[in-house]
């Protein structure tokens, strides 16, 4: 499986394999040479981040926007879903032990 990475300035998510490059001339005379780098297929941008998917909803997401619980990566929307679930669940299980 192919490391995904995720575009700091537009968001785009990627497959390493799918990503763009670029070269620059590095260095003066004899220690001259083309260094080439990876960047964006969509923006050109070479601020690149590796991705991670929730494992959830699949998205890709900078692996600092994740919440790690475990073993499980979930991201803000995911976790918040659950969280939510989760109080609902609770305050029908505290009504019906009052009643």
Known sequence: MS????????GETFDEEDAGCYSEWEGEGVMRGEITYMCCPKCGSDSLEEA???DWCGECF?????I???DTKMCETCARAI?????E???KMKGSSNA
């Open 3 to 10: 490391q995904k990475w995720i575009c700091c300035d537009c």
């Open 62 to 66: 900078n692996s600092i926007d994740l």
């Open 52 to 54: 991670e998917e929730c």
């Open 83 to 87: 969280y939510e679930a989760y109080k």
């Open 89 to 91: 669940k609770w305050a």
């Open 68 to 70: 790690h619980v475990d």
